[in-house]
């Protein structure tokens, strides 16, 4: 397993495992997004995102997720 030398935020990283959980079955959609989105609102990391900064925060998580993939073998 080759690992990607990259280490994640405290806030990517709280965030990384519900997305994980919600997004083992390879189905993450809009539904799954507002789910995600209502949990993570009250901690204090993402209490003072803006929507746009945790769609990003979300978005990178997911580009992280493909990434990794692709380098297990």
């Known amino acids: 397993m080759k690992r990607t030398g990259t280490t994640m ?3 990517e990283a709280f965030a990384a495992i519900p997305l ?3 997004g083992c079955d390879s189905n993450f ?3 799954e997004a507002h789910i995600l ?6 901690p204090s990391p993402y209490r003072s995102m803006t929507p746009l900064a ?3 925060l979300i978005e990178a998580l997911l ?3 493909a990434l990794i993939g692709e380098t297990v073998a």
Request: glycine fraction near 10%; charged fraction near 35%.
């Open 63 to 65: 580009q992280r997720d």
């Open 9 to 11: 935020t405290p806030a």
């Open 37 to 42: 989105k209502e949990q993570l609102v009250h």
């Open 29 to 31: 959609g809009r539904e």
């Open 20 to 22: 994980a959980a919600i």
């Open 54 to 56: 945790f769609g990003e």
